[in-house]
């Protein structure tokens, strides 16, 4: 059973991070969430505020004025907001202009509510190609831990991945459009703290490092990571309703990365079971 704090809300802006963390030294991990904004996004950022930890949302585009407070908060409190595409559609299905469309959208969305054009993006699904690369005007973000939170949908579950997988430098994937992961935070961040680690944003994480557009990053661990290293190509993915099961991050061996899991759907609100897809 899961035992620790449980969410409080925040009556006053957190400062994070002050002074600036130095993350060549300490042990300094990104915590990402995708698919938000969304109604739980709130109850998140009282959790992160409480404890004092940054983080980044990768969000559509199609959310973000319906929820503008909440990623104007976002940027208040420090996180980073990244782009996740309009509304989540597997981008190598997609021509040059229709790809072009849906970072530039969301960019201008996050932008009106920010005052800022979001650094880096995240590609649903993780699903990439040459087309995806030459077009995307952003570094790819990408990551090292998926918590598979979308599929479990428990609490513990969500945890214990979190607190085994996590390494220096490390992007975990988390979905807060899911009330269990949502719940899973506040133990994710006292079992990591108590391992050491800093809660930083991916920005934060790669700090001193020059990113590409059209490039892609995975982690920035410093002892290397799995085989596969940064920069891996996802390319050749099963499609919807092929029957393949999809793997969340590339695997050591693979011939240009493999495949990932399917993160949320466009809009979060699918139930468990109808569409594995958007889960």
Not at 248 to 276: C, F, I, K, L
Request: charged share 25%; with cysteine.
């Amino acid at each position: 059973m899961l035992a620790g704090p449980g969410s409080a809300a925040a009556d006053t802006q957190h400062q994070y991070q002050e002074p600036e963390p130095d993350c060549s030294v300490e042990q300094c991990v990104a915590l990402t969430f995708d698919d938000g904004p969304d109604e739980y996004t709130d109850e998140l950022l009282d959790t992160l505020n409480a404890h004092g930890a940054a983080a980044t949302f990768y969000l559509l585009g199609s959310k973000v004025e319906d929820h503008a407070a909440t990623v104007e908060r976002m940027a208040q409190e420090g996180h980073e907001v990244g782009n996740h595409t309009w509304d989540h559609p597997e981008l190598p299905t997609l021509s040059t202009e229709e790809i072009a469309e849906q970072i530039e959208r969301t960019d201008e969305a996050i932008a009106e509510v920010t005052g800022e054009v979001p650094e880096t993006m995240r590609p649903p699904y993780g699903e990439l190609d040459e087309t995806v690369r030459q077009t995307v005007d952003h570094p790819m973000l990408l990551w090292d831990v998926d918590t598979l939170d979308w599929q479990s949908l428990d609490p513990e579950a969500v945890t214990d991945v979190a607190v085994e997988e996590t390494a220096q430098g490390s992007v975990v994937l988390f979905h807060d459009v899911h009330e269990s992961t949502v719940e899973a935070i506040p133990y994710v961040l006292k079992e990591l703290d108590k391992q050491g680690f800093t809660f930083v944003t991916v920005d934060q994480l790669f700090d001193g490092q020059e990113l590409e557009s059209g490039a892609t990053y995975n982690h920035a661990r410093p002892d290397g990571g799995p085989e596969y290293g940064d920069g891996t190509e996802l390319e050749n993915t099963p499609q919807p309703g092929d029957g393949s099961e999809l793997q969340d991050t590339p695997q050591p061996g693979d011939v240009d990365g493999s495949t990932p899991e399917p993160d949320s759907g466009d809009d979060g609100q699918s139930e468990p079971g109808n569409d594995p897809w958007f889960q």
